[in-house]
């Protein structure tokens, strides 16, 4: 028997305004009375969190941010902490997500500092690895995915904790935003590889409790096959999340 639910993540990226996101969201609080199995998040940026976190009310969905900077507060032009994610009503923060990675020079060392203050302030991190098309055609996906596990979750491993609330996103960067999604086979080899590393670093509780979601062109057409593999417990969505339709359809996936 699966021991974890099944989540949904909307990562709206830099896309929407505020009565957009209001709209997207009153459609999807109208049928999450009709879903039990699956839990729901959107990740909206950061201008509309409040208005977002309002038209949630009491409807379930959880709400997250797509990034936060590491340190509490301070002068850093332009940053915002997990605190004043937690301030809104955030719950959950993406962090090292590949487009952060790639196009704004974050590392890992970079990811693993954010992590650190997201769990210090009890923000469930949803954090994102993935290779690159070149990684995968050397033959070098393992070895990437490995490295950013180590190097991402360093402060995992030195206290010897990884909480099983912790999310894990399997991202291929060759499938992000370009319709060529990772097939289940493929998705579920790393997604095993993951857990498998989670078990070897910590332990099987652990492994067996955290969620591992894959990213890349998720959509309604191939959601099921994806959600029928053992290790692949839900999906983080950039464009299909953005309208009400696909992204309610992905999260009937059951049905
Ligand atoms: P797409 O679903 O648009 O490929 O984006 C995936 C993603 O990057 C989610 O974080």
Not at 129 to 156: D, P, W, Y
Not at 171 to 177: F, H, K, L, R, T
Request: aromatic share 6%.
């Amino acid at each position: 028997m699966n021991i974890r639910r099944s989540l949904i993540a909307g990562n709206w990226k830099m896309n929407l305004n505020i009565n957009k996101a209001v709209e997207l969201i009153n459609a999807i609080a109208a049928i999450m009375n009709e879903i039990d199995e699956v839990d729901v998040l959107v990740a909206p940026p950061f201008t509309m969190l409040p208005a977002v976190r309002k038209a949630i009310g009491s409807s379930g969905i959880f709400l997250g941010a797509q990034n936060m900077h590491q340190d509490m507060s301070g002068a850093l032009t332009g940053e915002i902490s997990g605190r004043m994610l937690q301030d809104v009503g955030c719950t959950h923060v993406i962090l090292g997500h590949s487009e952060r990675r790639g196009i704004f020079q974050e590392t890992d060392e970079i990811v693993n500092l954010k992590v650190k203050a997201a769990l210090v302030l009890g923000l469930i991190p949803i954090i994102c690895i993935g290779e690159t098309l070149e990684e995968r055609e050397a033959g070098k996906t393992f070895e990437v995915i490995k490295g950013q596990l180590n190097n991402s979750l360093q402060n995992f491993k030195a206290d010897q904790l990884m909480p099983p609330s912790t999310i894990l996103a399997y991202e291929p960067v060759w499938a992000i935003g370009t319709g060529h999604t990772a097939t289940p086979e493929q998705a579920q080899e790393i997604h095993q590889f993951i857990r498998k590393w989670v078990e070897d670093n910590f332990n099987i509780g652990t492994a067996n409790q955290i969620r591992i979601l894959y990213g890349g062109s998720a959509k309604p057409e191939n959601i099921s096959g994806l959600m029928a593999k053992p290790d692949i417990d839900g999906a983080l969505v950039g464009g299909a999340s953005l309208k009400g339709d696909p992204f309610i359809n992905l999260i009937r996936f059951k049905k």
